[in-house]
Antibody, heavy 118, light 112 residues
Framework: QVYLQESGPGLVKPSETLTLTCAVT????????WNWIRQPPDKGLEWIGYTHYTGQSNYNPFLRGRGTMSVNTSKNQFSLTLRSVTAADTALYYC????????????WGQGTMVTVSS | DVVMTQSPLSLPVTLGQPASISCKSSQSLVHSDGNIYLNWFQQRPGQSPRRLIYKLSTRDSGVPDRFSGSGSGTDFTLKISRVEAEDVAVYYCMQGTHWPFTFGPGTKVDIK
């Protein structure tokens, strides 16, 4: 079975940088594309972007260049760095595996809550 | 971006009765390979989303057969043949045909 576990700081001040990590067990990080998806409080789901161990990444345009994703193959984990955060970035952040055969997200983590506040 | 809409946004149902959720996309979800990459996710209270259906109508392993997906082009439907208490959740459709992938706003299903 595939498991994903997010970790992060919980609270970040406005204009600072947020870094989240997703640890993957049960699947090799080199075999799939890995995604971040977020859910603001009492709102719907929003795809943030994906990354691949080759360095290939693709981001949702709403990030406006603030985001960077990367893969650490030695730890079988991947990360999201989001710069210049604002209150609008307050959300529950999920990591998820992308299955290209079905163009879908088949395994999700439990999510980590991030609050942007001074 | 492809805009996904759902209706209704709230759906009170009676246990044992059927339920149906509509999802519409702002453009066709027929991929150049001929497939329709429309997914349905279930998010129970306090849990992360769980995929129920992918590629329009294929149920994930372990998903009860009372859940079914159908549709074509821009109009899609998730049906629950007989609602059970464990089906109380928010249901999201998501398109995987066009990047960026986008989700519908969600339909909250609860028991009358």
């Amino acid at each position: 079975q595939v498991y994903l576990q997010e970790s992060g700081p919980g609270l970040v001040k406005p204009s600072e940088t947020l870094t989240l990590t997703c640890a993957v067990t049960g699947a090799s990080i080199t075999r799939y594309y890995w995604n971040w998806i977020r859910q603001p409080p009492d709102k719907g789901l929003e795809w943030i972007g994906y990354t691949h161990y080759t360095g290939q990444s693709n981001y949702n345009p709403f990030l406006r260049g603030r985001g960077t994703m990367s893969v650490n193959t030695s730890k079988n984990q991947f990360s999201l760095t989001l710069r210049s955060v604002t209150a609008a970035d307050t959300a529950l952040y999920y990591c998820a595996r992308y299955n290209g055969d079905y163009r879908s997200f088949d395994f999700w983590g439990q999510g980590t809550m991030v609050t942007v506040s001074s | 971006d492809v805009v996904m809409t759902q209706s209704p946004l709230s759906l009170p149902v009676t246990l044992g009765q059927p339920a149906s959720i509509s999802c519409k996309s702002s453009q066709s979800l027929v991929h150049s390979d001929g497939n329709i990459y429309l997914n349905w996710f279930q998010q129970r209270p306090g849990q992360s989303p769980r995929r129920l259906i992918y590629k329009l109508s294929t149920r994930d392993s372990g998903v009860p057969d009372r859940f079914s997906g159908s549709g074509s082009g821009t109009d899609f439907t998730l049906k629950i043949s007989r609602v059970e208490a464990e089906d109380v959740a928010v249901y999201y459709c998501m398109q995987g045909t066009h990047w960026p992938f986008t989700f519908g706003p969600g339909t909250k299903v609860d028991i009358k």
